[in-house]
């Protein structure tokens, strides 16, 4: 697990934070398939959320 590219991400949200990744994927139109906004929760990092453009 150490090796996986999951752990960077969970790094980088933990650097950052979860509003400028939420925030960026508004920016960017990214929402849930339903096409509701995605939550802003630490597994956003993980692509855990169906999505829809």
Do not use: W
């Amino acid at each position: 697990m150490a090796l996986s590219v999951n752990t960077y991400f969970i790094e980088m949200v933990a650097d950052i934070g979860l509003c400028p990744v939420t925030k960026m994927s508004e920016k960017l139109h990214i929402k849930q398939g339903t096409g509701k906004k995605l939550p802003q929760v630490p597994s956003i990092a993980l692509g855990t959320e169906s999505v829809s453009r």
